[in-house]
């Protein structure tokens, strides 16, 4: 525990807490009731909260009953877990749709192939909702030539989903153009990517990490196409006195940070 940092999400952290559920069993076969702490945001995530589609008849998530979709494995949280929740919002389940798990890579090419009717795919963002991350599923997508539509959910679909799981799922319009063929708003989930470690883990390495990540950020930015997105406000949104490692505050308190965190809505963890 004191050496292992992980990535992982919010909403994975908050939902191991109802592991063994029967929602929940399939995924997480028991609870793991563990307020990891956080040590810096890294990004946020919608794959698995929207679907990709060829037949633009279907306008939502809610459409795809008694159809084929293709999603993530069921230990993908975004590509498999959560799309999974979201389309159970729906009353979408194994039972009365052709639902597969499979490989990013293979799900996106079920869609190209016509052997599946929808499908995850993904995109990451970042507070300020200006710099977006359109990774490679979705210029396989759009490398087909045909016009890709969207199945998106509403604020009160997201809300509904964090109020039956105690979770922080974020609702995001995506303005027009933010995806490819995307040519109207877009309403999809969003989830805080971050790293993390035990509350055991040592504090003068959590300080470390973090100090070399906030000092390492406005270079990458310049180097690495997924640090495009770094910011201080992605570092510091979520955290919050409860859930933030004692190193991660001693280092964002030394830089200078610590305050900014209270203007954005707090990672909480169910209660054991």
């Not at 027009?176 to 063929?181: A, F, H, I, Q, V």
């Not at 990490?209 to 906030?214: F, L, N």
Request: charge should be negative; include cysteine.
């Amino acid at each position: 525990w004191k050496t292992h940092v992980f990535s992982t999400e919010d909403t994975i952290i908050q939902l191991a807490y109802k592991g063994g559920t029967p929602e929940l069993k399939e995924f997480l076969p028991e609870p793991v009731k563990i307020p990891f702490k956080l040590l810096y945001g890294e990004a946020w995530w919608g794959q698995g909260k929207f679907l990709a589609t060829f037949d633009c008849s279907m306008k939502s998530m809610g459409d795809v009953k008694g159809k084929r979709v293709s999603l993530g494995l069921r230990g993908q949280s975004d590509w498999g877990v959560f799309s999974r929740l979201f389309l159970d919002h729906f009353g979408i389940t194994p039972d009365n749709t052709d639902i597969r798990h499979m490989t990013p890579g293979q799900l996106t090419q079920q869609l190209i192939d016509g052997a599946t009717d929808a499908s995850v795919t993904p995109i990451g963002t970042e507070p300020s909702l200006k710099q977006f991350v359109i990774p490679g599923p979705v210029r396989q997508l759009e490398a087909t030539g045909k016009k890709i539509c969207y199945l998106g959910v509403t604020k009160k679909d997201v809300d509904e989903v964090n109020k039956h799981f105690d979770t922080t799922f974020l609702y995001v319009e995506l303005p027009p153009n933010t995806l490819p063929g995307q040519d109207q708003p877009l309403g999809i989930g969003f989830d805080r990517g971050f790293k993390a470690v035990h509350p055991d883990f040592d504090e003068e390495t959590a300080y470390n990490i973090v100090m070399a990540v906030a000092k390492a950020g406005p270079k990458m930015k310049e180097l690495h196409a997924l640090w495009k997105i770094w910011s201080p406000e992605l570092m510091m949104h979520g955290l919050s006195a409860e859930n933030t490692h004692p190193g991660a505050i001693r280092a964002y308190k030394e830089l200078g940070w610590w305050g900014m965190q209270e203007k954005f809505p707090a990672v909480t963890y169910p209660k054991e």
